[in-house]
C-alpha cells in the first residue's frame, strides 16, 4: 500500500456531517488518483473512522451502518488519531496518509501536527488551497497584475477557506511581503459578517488574519456583503459559504465598481450550494469578471465572446501532487511542493485567447496531472527530500506510472485450451 484515503466524513463540502457513508468520498477520491495520475489501484487503501455522527437523521435511520452515538471529540478523539497514524506508520512506511473531510475543529490540528513529520496531505485544506491559488496566478497570467497588487475577500471562513487563505498568503510572503505586509492583503466573512479580532469563538486559523473594527467607520454595518465589499474594495473574492446565490447583483456590480478584472470564485458545490452562476456573475460585471467554479459550467456568451469557465476543482490538483511525492519517495509534503504544483497548474493557461479559462479543462485532466506530480517530484528533489538516488523527476514520475493493459481476446482464451 502506497496511498491511503481517509475520511471521518464530519465536514463533507455540501453535505456536512455524512457518518461512515463518507467513505464513498475516500474510495472516489482513489478512482481520480488512478484515473489522473497512474497510481497502481493495487496498491491504495481507503479508510473510514467511526467516530459516531451529529446527523440526527443518520442516527434515526435503521439502515445505519455506522455506530449510534454523537462523535466522539477532545483528547479521545486525538489520541485515537495518533494510534491511527502510528500504526500506518508501521505497516505501510512508505505510504501517504491522504485526509478528506475531516471537520472544521479537527483538520488543521490533524495536519499542523503531522505535516513535517510524515508523508500527508489534506485535500480540504491544501488542495482547495492550491487550486484557487493556481486560478488567481491563471487570471492574472490574464490581466498582466500582480499578486502583490490584489485584495482578497474570503467568503466562508471554514476549513477550505482557511486553506485558501494560507496559500495565498504563503505565495505573498514568497513574492517579496513580510508577513505582516501580507496579512494586509486580507478579509474574512463569515456567518457573522466581516470577522473582527474582537469577536467570541473564532478558530486559530481565522485569528490569524481578522481585522480591527477601528479600521472601519461603520464596522457594525458590515455583516452585509455587499457593504462588506464597498468597505474592503477586494479585487479576488473566494466564495467556500455553500450559501446559494450568495453574490448577488448587487455585490457583484459593487466589486465590478472597484476592480478592472475582479476575480470571482464561487467554488461551492454541488450546484445548489453555489454563491452565483458564471453567467450572472459576467452579466452583472459587463464581461470584465474572471470566474471559476466548482462544478462543471458551460462557457458562457457575452458580446460574442465565448469564456471559458474554469473548474476550481480538487481533483485538478491532488492526483498531481500526491503522485509526484510518491514518485520520488518524499519526506514530507511542504508548502514548496504545493506552491509549485499551483504554479505548473496555473502556467497552462492559454492568456493570449480571448475568452481563456483561468484554469485548464477537466479533460485534459491526465496532461496536467502529470505535469504537476513533475513539478511537485523536482520540488522535492530541489529541497533534498526525495530518496536517495532519484534525481530525474520526469523519470521518476513514468517510472511509477500504472497503466491497463487490455490484451486480446484470443490471447486470454489461450490461457484456458
Known amino acids: 500500500i502506497r496511498l491511503i484515503v481517509v475520511t471521518d466524513a464530519e465536514g463533507i463540502l455540501g453535505i456536512g456531517d455524512w457518518g461512515v457513508n463518507g467513505v464513498d468520498i475516500a474510495v472516489g477520491k482513489l478512482m481520480v488518483y488512478t484515473a489522473a495520475a497512474g497510481i497502481d489501484p493495487a496498491q491504495v487503501l481507503p479508510v473510514s473512522i467511526d467516530a459516531g455522527t451529529n446527523n440526527q437523521k443518520l442516527l434515526d435511520d435503521q439502515n445505519y451502518l455506522g455506530k449510534r452515538h454523537a462523535r466522539i471529540e477532545g483528547q479521545r478523539y486525538f489520541d485515537f488519531i495518533d494510534?491511527?497514524?502510528?500504526?500506518?506508520?508501521?505497516?505501510?512506511?512508505?505510504?501517504?496518509?491522504?485526509?478528506?473531510?475531516?471537520?472544521?475543529g479537527t483538520?488543521?490540528?490533524?495536519?499542523?501536527?503531522?505535516?513535517?513529520?510524515?508523508?500527508?496531505?489534506?485535500?480540504?485544506?491544501?488542495?482547495?488551497?492550491?487550486?484557487?491559488?493556481?486560478?488567481?496566478?491563471?487570471?492574472?497570467?490574464?490581466?498582466?497584475?500582480?499578486?502583490?497588487?490584489?485584495?482578497?475577500?474570503t467568503f466562508g471562513a471554514g476549513t477550505a477557506g482557511m486553506g485558501i487563505v494560507k496559500m495565498l498568503f504563503e505565495e505573498l510572503v514568497r513574492q517579496g511581503l513580510s508577513e505582516q505586509e501580507a496579512k494586509q492583503h486580507f478579509y474574512l466573512f463569515d456567518r457573522q459578517g466581516l470577522l473582527f479580532d474582537d469577536m467570541e469563538g473564532l478558530t486559530p486559523e481565522q485569528a490569524r488574519f481578522t481585522r480591527s473594527r477601528g479600521e472601519f467607520d461603520n464596522a457594525a454595518q458590515l455583516t452585509d456583503l455587499t457593504a462588506a465589499i464597498k468597505a474592503v474594495q477586494p479585487t479576488v473574492m473566494v466564495g467556500t459559504s455553500t450559501v446559494h446565490n450568495a453574490f448577488t447583483e448587487a455585490a457583484i456590480r459593487e466589486m465590478a465598481a472597484h476592480a478592472k478584472h475582479p476575480i470571482i470564485f464561487p467554488i461551492s458545490n454541488p450546484t445548489k450550494k453555489i454563491e452565483a452562476m458564471p453567467d450572472d456573475v459576467m452579466n452583472w460585471s459587463d464581461g470584465r469578471a474572471l470566474v471559476a467554479t466548482g462544478i462543471p459550467t458551460p462557457a458562457v456568451d457575452y458580446q460574442g465572446v465565448q469564456y471559458e469557465i474554469g473548474q476550481a476543482n480538487n481533483a485538478l490538483i491532488y492526483p498531481g501532487v500526491g503522485f509526484g511525492a510518491l514518485a520520488v519517495q518524499a519526506k514530507v509534503i511542504n508548502d514548496e511542493m504545493l506552491a509549485a504544483a499551483a504554479h505548473a497548474l496555473g502556467g497552462l493557461v492559454d492568456a493570449d485567447q480571448p475568452g481563456a479559462a483561468v484554469l485548464p479543462p477537466v479533460s485534459k485532466l491526465v496532461d496536467f496531472s502529470k505535469k504537476v506530480a513533475e513539478a511537485v517530484a523536482q520540488s522535492a528533489i530541489d529541497q533534498g527530500l526525495a530518496a536517495a538516488g532519484i534525481t530525474d523527476a520526469k523519470q521518476a514520475v513514468a517510472d511509477f506510472t500504472w497503466q491497463a493493459e487490455y490484451k486480446p481476446l484470443d490471447q486470454e482464451l489461450a490461457r484456458f485450451e
Not at 494510534?83 to 506508520?89: K, T
Not at 483538520?107 to 480540504?124: P, S
Request: proline fraction near 1%.
Open 107 to 153: 483538520a488543521a490540528k490533524i495536519l499542523d501536527k503531522y505535516q513535517g513529520k510524515i508523508l500527508t496531505f489534506n485535500d480540504d485544506i491544501q488542495g482547495t488551497g492550491v487550486i484557487v491559488l493556481a486560478g488567481v496566478l491563471g487570471a492574472l497570467n490574464i490581466t498582466k497584475e500582480k499578486l502583490t497588487d490584489q485584495t482578497f475577500l
Open 83 to 104: 494510534q491511527f497514524v502510528g500504526d500506518l506508520e508501521s505497516l505501510f512506511p512508505k505510504s501517504l496518509l491522504h485526509f478528506e473531510d475531516f471537520g472544521r
